[in-house]
């Protein structure tokens, strides 16, 4: 018997680093994703959100960590379980591992809860994700993002899902005045002592990228040119971006079956600091809003909103962090509060020095699982000797699942090569062990 019998190594290259834009279209790297303590607590508090009694502060939650914690390839293996299920074949992998590491309960409890798409009690959720910034205020991406994600789904019917917005209803509106008088289709907006845009034409492009900016510049042009009576969005059926998530998500429900709407807001932190760092905005003003979509969107008991902030310290960590104002540290800190709990996103001994990382290069084999089993004494034996040995003093806690990461390299042998990995300061060369030497490995 050889160890190709045993193991299976993938020798394709990843990215160290995960987008999750990028990612979210990627199913393999749900299959390479080993779990860590704090995703284990984030997947099982995912399986209770879902849940129809479940409260609004459940559904939204802040997962920040530092570079390198993992919490992008986090988001990108819940943003795919929310979407497709947990019926994949990487997901399989991935509730293997958690069966192996002492959790097969909540593995079950995931299986049970994200049904395959075709089981006719499956409730996918449509997958909105977010990066950053790059828009005019924290709504507009959202509408943004929103549409997008609509527009991709070739199953759903946006004009039976997504209402008509405010941007629209002044858009249809403003057809309709360039229909009645043509001089209008390309104006100088100075000539109404309008300065936020040069021409009535790059206004409505601006209303097309849903920029609140120029939905204030047409209600003021609307009043100027027509003397002086305003366009009633609200009358016309327009609807703002909370609104317009809360429709969709009912009609979702409704008419697709769908479990509601999951907001994915990678880099999230970033957008708060363009926020606050923006002198030209309202940062009190948006938080406040954004405040408010949580607080009506995560409410209802189907078609509701969860909402994911991606970040890279706690939402009032970024109040310091900007030098802002108290008023806006006192949104920073009342949003906080909506959200059920912030989770860290770290990892512990054995994680940070990376050997979670090699054995996701690596997968058993269906005699291999038998012959590991069979041979748990000779682990255990194993494990008692290597506790007393100073090399492995900071990873006791955690020796059985490093010894199932390493394998088939000594514990010892892989302990040792990551220390010279430190020493050279080329942790690379530890992590692309098992990649670079397969051939080796697998014909031993």
């Known amino acids: 018997m050889n160890l190709h019998d045993v193991i299976q190594i993938n020798t394709e290259q990843t990215s160290a680093a995960i987008v999750l834009e990028q990612g979210v279209s990627d199913n393999t790297l749900v299959g390479h994703y080993t779990p860590t303590q704090a995703a284990i607590q984030v997947f099982d508090h995912l399986c ?37 299920s947990a019926n994949s074949e990487g997901f399989s992998k991935l509730l293997s591992r958690l069966h192996q590491s002492g959790h097969a309960k909540l593995a079950q409890t995931m299986r049970d809860t994200f049904l395959a798409k075709e089981d006719p009690d499956s409730k996918p959720y449509l997958l909105v994700s977010l990066y950053a910034s790059g828009t005019t205020s924290l709504g507009a991406k959202l509408m943004e ?37 043509p001089r209008f289709s390309n104006a100088d907006l100075s000539e109404w002592g309008i300065t936020d845009f040069f ?73 708060l600091e363009d926020l606050i760092g923006n002198s030209a905005r309202n940062a009190g003003q948006e938080i406040m809003t954004l405040q408010k979509f949580v607080e009506d969107t995560c409410a209802p008991s189907t078609g509701h909103t969860l909402f994911f902030g991606v970040t890279h310290v706690s939402f009032q960590e970024y109040g ?35 050997y979670h990382l090699l054995g996701m290069q690596k997968s058993w084999s269906e005699q291999g699982r038998k012959l590991l089993a ?53 942790n690379r060369t530890a992590l692309t062990f098992f990649r670079d030497n397969a051939a080796e490995i697998l014909n031993a």
């Open 145 to 181: 993002g929103l549409y997008d994600a609509l527009d991709r789904d070739r199953n759903i019917d946006i004009k039976a899902v997504l209402p008509s917005t405010e941007y629209e209803v002044c858009i249809k509106r403003f057809v309709e005045m360039t229909e009645e008088n």
């Open 48 to 84: 209770h959100a879902v849940l129809p009694q479940a409260t609004q502060e459940q559904r939204a939650l802040n997962l920040y960590g530092s570079y390198g914690s993992g919490k992008s390839h986090l988001a990108v293996v819940l943003a795919q379980l929310l979407r497709d």
């Open 320 to 354: 310091d962090r900007t030098n802002a104002t108290e008023v806006v540290k006192e949104g920073l800190e009342k949003i906080s509060g909506r959200f059920n709990k912030s989770f860290k996103v770290e990892l512990n001994a054995a994680e940070s020095d990376g």
């Open 199 to 271: 021409s009535t034409e790059e206004l409505l492009v601006n209303l097309r990228d849903h920029n609140p900016i120029a939905l204030n510049a047409f209600l003021k042009w609307h009043e100027k040119v027509c003397f002086g009576q305003a366009f009633d969005i609200f009358q016309a059926g327009g609807k703002n971006f909370i609104e317009a998530y809360l429709e969709a998500g009912r009609n979702l429900a409704e008419k697709y079956h769908f479990g509601g709407i999951v907001v994915l807001w990678d880099e999230f932190g970033n957008a």
């Open 374 to 426: 069979q041979e748990q004494s000779s682990k255990q034996s194993l494990m008692e000797v290597c506790k007393r040995l100073p090399l492995f003093q900071t990873l006791n806690e955690h020796l059985d699942q490093v010894f199932e990461d390493v394998y088939p390299l000594h514990p010892v042998m892989a302990v040792g090569l990551f220390n010279l990995s430190k020493l050279a300061q080329a």
